[in-house]
């Protein structure tokens, strides 16, 4: 047994992830070749079969799954070790904040100016995600959740409670009685959210003309008079009128959240506190 190179045992734990060569690669990176070339290296170094290989994908062995727990405790030192790293730069780097699509770009982005020129030495990088980035991993360094997280290392505080609201343009509803609507609805991504399980009972056997994962699309598509439409009260428009009964009961609160050890960092704490300024300064 030689000395394994450490980095390829992230291609290893890639791989038992993914399951597929095609889809670690996608994770990491790289080429689906890359993948199996440092996979063979570890064998090689370890003196070890980690994966039996098959057509249809690579499947663990019994030491591959031994080694799995020592790998991932491995990484999780890692990624320790560079978040407490982080916190004596100063106030300047790129900072990663994760927050739902349609959040990041009609109530962040609009209200941001003030806070990017107070923090010059910033570059902020805003994603739009519908899925929740891993902050042990360092996917993102702020994230702003509907679900409040439970899992330990993390620091949790409530920004906002986001009220929704049945709404249509007012031409659509004048030419359409109740029993003629059609609704503007979440596709299957979405179709777990509050809002849209409340929309479904509202609208019974009528019909949905239209589906998006993106509530900017519904907000817009609402709008130009497609349909009737649950949105987050931060969508507002002239052309938009709320639809009093039924009236949507669903609040929902808003969290953010960051790892304990990367909040201590100064640049990812300075956007924190402008973020959370946004959200409390009219309070």
Known sequence: MSQPDWDDLRFFLALHDAGTLSGAARAVGVEHTTVARRIDALET?????LFDRFPKGWSLTAAGR?????????????HGLMRAASGAAAVRGKVRVSAPPALA?????????????RLSGVELDLRGETRETDLMRRESDIALRYN?????????????TVAYRLCASEAYLARRAPAQWEFLGY?????????HLWLEKVRGERRYCLRSND?????????AGCGVA???????????????????????????VMHE????????????DEIIALFTSGE
């Open 105 to 117: 770009s009609w109530l962040l982005a609009p209200r941001l100016q003030p806070a990017l020129h």
């Open 148 to 160: 409040r997280p439970t899992a330990p290392g993390l620091t949790v505080r409530s920004l906002a």
């Open 261 to 272: 050890d990367v909040r201590r960092a100064a640049p990812v704490r300075a956007v924190a």
């Open 45 to 49: 170094a370890l003196a070890v079969k």
């Open 187 to 195: 596709d299957e991504l979405l179709q777990h959210t509050p809002q």
């Open 215 to 223: 509530l900017g699309t519904l907000f817009q598509a609402a709008v």
């Open 66 to 78: 031994a080694l799995v727990p020592h790998a991932r405790q491995m990484e999780d030192n890692l």
């Open 230 to 256: 649950v949105l987050p009260d931060y969508f507002r428009a002239e052309a938009l009128v709320d639809i009093p009964a039924p009236a949507c009961p669903v609040k929902r609160k808003l969290w953010i």
